[in-house]
């Protein structure tokens, strides 16, 4: 069986162990005359069995994926000749790559070596037989702790502390994998931008006016040293980020603004809705309606009053940004808004306030800590926007604050520099890390940002 299916087996011998052993807790409840006399409510005694049902054999349904593939490619290679061995490939991570090519179909056996065909066949034997070893072993492991927790069960058994201690655990796992994964990303980034460093400065970099990072596979070859200053790269993505929050910030705030204080219960109902099916829009039809209807607007509407507008151009693709991050400031905008005390616009009016003056010198002072997060989470999202950039604004490297041209992002550069073949240890490919980092950075700049304004101005109301 595949591990998904036996995952889904154990998944439903747990449920089988929760009304077992809920079961047997109502059983030993019913002769003392009901639950009460037990220590614990008779769902706990179920979920105390299913835990031991289900913890241990997905502990060895984890270790098993991670060694299996391991032990079975040693054996495999073990097994080939040594003049295969050398003769074939001296990098045995290609050889095994063929051989599970060949045992998986993908290349025929007819014109290859025959001990490659034979070390497939067995590597599908071996694949085989752990398979349903994997099998046998968790029904086995399943079965006898299911036994064996049901066996525990009694009157006097704690169950509620013991389940509800390993729940605490798994949820402080969970913590962890957030935690562990966030530190791998930056140790991965940060490790390949410390390589990238030691090709190019870091001022270079940080300072410097030029991109181009053309570097070229042989000495003699034209354009042998490329330039890898990043000041356009971050130009090019503020300048779009700039455009976006223009048009996302005044439309998103003022429409939660009507949608929590002016707008009706039936308008509310269908307006908030449909503003928020924006969010479930792909970026990519973002990037076709900007490229092929705004771009070509905006170039039209600037011909006529004598303007040159790049056919892509930094205003088409961050006013189509800004447009996608609507329903971002919006929503955040117009729960905080709605969280504010009723108490407090009552006692704006009670004092002889309009509704537009309780609007303005109240109710968006006390919502101002959650305003601005909601703001800060959309700069990050346009920041890190990459398809409507390269359909609508193009990726050439310019030095301008001019919203009418062509500019290029960070995102866009990092996707373009690891497209293709390329060798994963040169300075070319090694600058997505570089740019990579220094948009964590930045990013992560803008999160401290956000937070601080949201404790500096935060206010507890009853």
């Not at 002889?352 to 919502?367: H, L, Y």
């Amino acid at each position: 069986m595949h591990a998904t299916n036996i995952l889904f087996l154990v998944l439903g011998l747990s449920l089988f162990a929760f009304y077992l052993g809920r079961g047997r807790s109502l059983a030993l409840a019913k002769p003392l005359g009901g639950i009460r006399h037990i220590h614990s409510l008779p769902s706990y005694y179920g979920a105390h069995v299913a835990l031991w049902c289900a913890l241990p054999s997905l502990v060895l349904l984890g270790l098993w994926m991670i060694f299996d593939d391991v032990v079975i490619d040693s054996i495999v290679l073990q097994s080939l000749p040594a003049g295969v061995v050398s003769g074939i490939s001296g990098d045995d991570n290609l050889l095994l790559n063929k051989i599970s090519n060949l045992a998986a179909g993908v290349l025929s056996a007819r014109d290859e070596n025959p001990a490659l065909v034979a070390a497939a066949e067995s590597m599908l034997q071996l694949q085989l037989i752990s398979r349903w070893a994997l099998t046998a072993l968790m029904l086995t492991l399943s079965l006898t702790c299911i036994a064996w927790s049901w066996s525990q069960i009694s009157i006097t058994l704690r169950a509620r502390p013991a389940v509800e201690k390993v729940m605490e655990k798994l949820l402080l796992a969970c913590a962890c994998v957030a935690i562990f994964t966030t530190v791998g990303i930056v140790l991965s980034v940060l490790f390949e931008s410390i390589q990238f460093f030691r090709s190019v400065p870091l001022d270079d970099f940080i300072f410097g006016l030029e991109w181009s990072p053309q570097t070229a596979i042989r000495e003699d070859q034209v354009g042998s040293s490329g330039s890898f200053g990043a000041v356009p790269l971050f130009v090019g993505t503020l300048l779009v980020s700039a455009v976006a929050m223009i048009v996302a910030v005044p439309v998103g705030l003022m429409s939660a603004i009507y949608l929590a204080e002016y707008a009706s219960p039936s308008v509310r109902s269908y307006a908030k809705p449909a503003l928020e099916v924006l969010a479930g829009i792909p970026t990519v039809v973002y990037g076709f309606f900007a490229a092929l209807t705004v771009a070509p607007f905006l170039r039209d509407l600037g011909a006529s009053f004598g303007l040159t507008v790049s056919s892509e151009s930094a205003l088409a693709a961050g006013g189509v940004m800004g447009v996608m991050i609507i329903p971002f400031i919006s929503s955040l905008a117009d729960d905080v808004i709605t969280a504010v005390p009723q108490s407090m616009r009552d006692g704006s009016l009670a004092m002889g306030a309009t509704k537009s003056e309780t609007v303005r010198n109240v109710i968006i002072p006390a919502a101002l800590p959650g305003i601005v997060g909601g703001i800060m989470l959309a700069v990050s999202r346009a920041i890190g926007e990459t398809m409507i950039v390269v359909m609508a604004a193009g990726m050439a490297a310019k030095l301008t604050a001019n919203p009418l041209d062509s500019v290029t992002t960070v995102t866009v550069q990092i996707v373009t520099l690891l497209t293709g073949d390329q060798e994963f240890d040169s300075p070319k490919t090694l600058a997505a890390f570089a740019l990579g980092l220094m948009l964590f950075v930045v990013t992560l700049m803008l999160n401290i940002f956000a937070l601080h304004i949201v404790k500096k101005y935060r206010e507890q109301y009853e």
